[in-house]
């Protein structure tokens, strides 16, 4: 390897290790400002409060309507595919 390829990886490898620390350090705040703001809690407000499942009641409603029946449409005229050609 000559000198310029030792450079640029030396280079290389100093800008990635600058921005792997320079993330690490802007995880750092920002978790610290989170915990000073909102505070911590060991249980999980998610599943704090009563949980409701969905459920299909007031969709069943909506069965009683008839539905939309289906109508045949005309076939295509075979000569529109002969003039294609």
């Known amino acids: 390897m000559n000198d310029l390829q030792i450079t640029l990886l030396i280079v290389g490898g100093s800008a990635i290790a600058a921005m792997v620390a320079y993330n690490w350090w802007q995880d750092f705040q920002l978790r610290r400002q989170a915990d000073e703001r909102f505070g911590f809690t060991e249980s999980d407000p998610l599943l704090a409060g009563h949980r409701t499942e969905p459920n299909l009641g007031a969709a ?13 449409q005309e076939p295509l005229d075979k000569a529109l595919f002969l ?3």
Do not use: F, G, H, V
């Open 60 to 72: 069943r409603a909506d069965l009683t309507e008839p539905a939309i029946e289906n109508q045949l």
């Open 83 to 85: 003039s294609l050609w």
